[in-house]
């Protein structure tokens, strides 16, 4: 079993954790600058999804899909509730290349966020765990959205932590913001 490797190696999990965040903080000033959005954005996140996909798992895995059908349930319909409430949608001239990045985001974010970072800060306990990777989660999203999304970030990372505390594992929350994205845009 690989639980250790956390625990070894702390300044080479900084270092990922680290790189991950400047990614997604230089994120809008990369694509600012000029560069093709898609070949940038893809390349961020497939480093974001290798990071977190090949960090060692920490926790066990509950009884089951059944198990996370209605974790899946409940994050689903927190982010279904926030898009009856809050109406509109992003508006994109591409949409299919927004769902495709949209898509490939959530699922880089989730690897990163709720597998590598969470894992990272469970030695220090599951709500150290929930809130760090959360708090985190809406802080790295500030550049992209500004301050005033904050409240609404910690939220949202708070119910994909909860996902991942709940069920064991990123896949759920993965899912659940992957939805969350297409409502943006749909």
């Known amino acids: 079993m690989n639980e250790g490797l956390v625990l ?3 300044r080479a999990a900084a270092a990922v954790v680290a790189s991950g965040c400047a990614l997604l903080i230089l994120r809008p000033v990369v694509l600012r600058d000029g560069a093709h959005p898609t070949v940038t954005l893809t390349a961020i996140f497939i480093v974001l999804l290798i990071g977190g996909v090949l960090w060692p798992r920490r926790s066990p895995v509950p009884a089951g899909a059944a198990a996370a059908l209605p974790v899946l349930a409940v994050g689903v319909g927190a ?5 009856v409430v809050g109406g509109g949608h992003a508006p994109q001239p591409l949409v299919l290349r ?34 760090g990777s959360a708090a985190l989660f809406a ?3 500030v550049t992209v959205y500004g301050w005033w999304v904050v409240p609404i970030d910690v939220a949202a990372g708070l119910v994909l932590s909860w996902q991942r505390w709940a069920t064991g594992s990123w896949k759920v929350p993965a899912i659940t913001h992957v939805l969350a994205n ?5």
């Open 139 to 141: 802080l790295v999203h």
């Open 8 to 10: 070894v190696r702390p």
């Open 182 to 186: 297409l409502l943006v845009v749909l």
């Open 79 to 83: 982010f279904v509730l926030g898009r």
């Open 98 to 131: 927004v769902v495709v990045l949209g898509s490939l985001a959530a699922v880089a974010e989730e690897a990163f966020f709720r597998r590598f970072v969470y894992d990272a800060l469970l030695p220090g306990g599951v709500a150290v765990a929930v809130l």
